[in-house]
């Protein structure tokens, strides 16, 4: 019992030493300047799925047939965004089963009706009926941004050339931009 008083003694007292010696120097609070946060944000903007029905009072006689959906771009409409947005990628992905050569139009529309951005890309058409996938991704530069932080609408148009064929099929359109801030002055 003697010794275990005694090993429990030394014990504690080497214990306490060492949490003693081993504290943490001076905490520098200067540091929080130097902070920097960089959240990454998904926003989604246009969704829609047109099919054959879409097309029913159409002529399909016309060369080229063009679907419209547009949306307001809420997340541009705040100047703390605008102002520490560092990065945006625009991603879209497209499922098609229409034989027609098809391309998408986004168009960043101003409060004046001006478009500051407009991004093409090529729909991969079905042969066969049988679901086509295309995904385009861009990432704005800095004068992009710069050029859509005054667009407050997205206008996106799939645009398919008929050639005088029967149109069926389906399309499927999903985007989103995915945008990064940096904060620094907090």
């Known amino acids: 019992m003697k010794y275990f008083l005694r090993y429990v003694s030394v014990v504690t007292l080497i214990t306490s030493v060492l ?9 520098d609070f200067d540091q929080t300047q130097d902070i920097v946060l960089s959240p990454t944000v998904d926003a989604s903007l246009i969704f829609f799925t047109i099919d054959t029905s879409d097309f029913e009072s159409v002529d399909t006689q016309d060369a080229i047939i063009t679907v419209r959906d547009t949306t307001r771009l809420e997340f541009l409409n705040d100047d703390f965004i605008r102002e520490n947005l560092i990065e945006v990628t625009l991603d879209f992905q497209v499922d098609n089963t229409f034989g027609q050569s098809l391309v998408n139009r986004a168009a960043f529309i101003n409060n004046a009706g001006e478009e500051q951005l407009v991004v093409f890309f ?8 049988s679901v086509q996938r295309t995904e385009f991704t861009q990432v704005l530069s800095e004068e992009d941004i710069q050029a859509i932080s005054n ?24 985007s989103k931009a995915i945008y990064k801030l940096e904060f620094s002055d907090l």
């Open 19 to 27: 949490l003693y010696t081993s504290c943490v120097d001076d905490v």
């Open 122 to 129: 090529d729909i991969i058409s079905s042969p066969d009926g």
């Open 151 to 174: 667009a407050n609408q997205l206008a996106n148009e799939v645009i398919l050339t008929t050639n005088g064929a029967s149109i069926n099929g389906e399309l499927s359109l999903q």
